[in-house]
């Protein structure tokens, strides 16, 4: 193998190896914190709550479907393009690092109004704040950045296809089903919707 390519595949195993751990850790952060949330969960009485099936056991078992895809490597796409693969790797990993930041500031501010089931307390607060005036529902929207940015990392077009037709009208509907009772709730709410996206900043 000429020496230049055999620097570049040995470069581009270390910089893999790298991003792994990176997101492994990733990942386990954002676990924790759904932990501590559980943990601190309010313990106020609720005002108003829906059940949903979307919730966090149901994200869990998507999110192990998702890991087993890849894991496995259904849905790889064969590609040997080492730029292409590295470009993707990197731009991936750091949408992964985005993402968990993003989810963990979320829930940071989010604080005592978080529930695993929709649920307003009767304390219950709007919160506006970054990242909330970025996107509507940060904690959904970086998880389906993250799954996106893991389809594009190991080239997995069933990965991309689970994300975009499962998990995201999961979100959805998690999202319409939280914001018909915020509504009612908070008159200003309308307002906040036209101003920002579920999960996609608007321009």
Not at 55 to 68: P, S
């Amino acid at each position: 193998m000429n020496p230049i390519l055999q620097q570049i595949f040995s470069n581009f195993d270390v910089i893999y190896f790298a991003c792994m751990l990176i997101i492994g850790l990733c990942i386990l952060i954002i676990f924790t914190f759904i932990a501590i949330n559980f943990i601190d969960a309010n313990k106020d009485r609720t005002r108003k709550n829906k059940k949903s099936f979307v919730e966090t056991g149901t994200m869990t078992l998507f999110f192990i479907l998702f890991y087993l895809v890849i894991r496995f490597n259904v849905g790889i796409i064969r590609y040997g393009e080492i730029n292409l693969r590295l470009t993707l790797l990197i731009l991936g990993t750091l949408v992964i690092i985005f993402g968990t930041y993003i989810n963990i500031q979320g829930r940071l501010v989010l604080g005592k109004n978080w529930a695993n089931q929709i649920k307003i307390y009767k304390k219950h607060y709007l919160v506006t704040e970054y990242p909330y005036n970025l996107v509507r529902h940060p904690l959904y929207a970086s998880l389906i950045w993250m799954f996106y940015a893991a389809s594009l990392i190991y080239l997995n077009w069933l990965a991309f296809l689970l994300n975009t037709f499962i998990f995201v009208p999961m979100m959805i509907l998690r999202a319409k089903q939280e914001e018909k009772l915020l509504r009612i709730q908070f008159k200003e709410y309308s307002e906040y919707q036209r101003k920002v996206g579920m999960f996609f900043p608007r321009i």
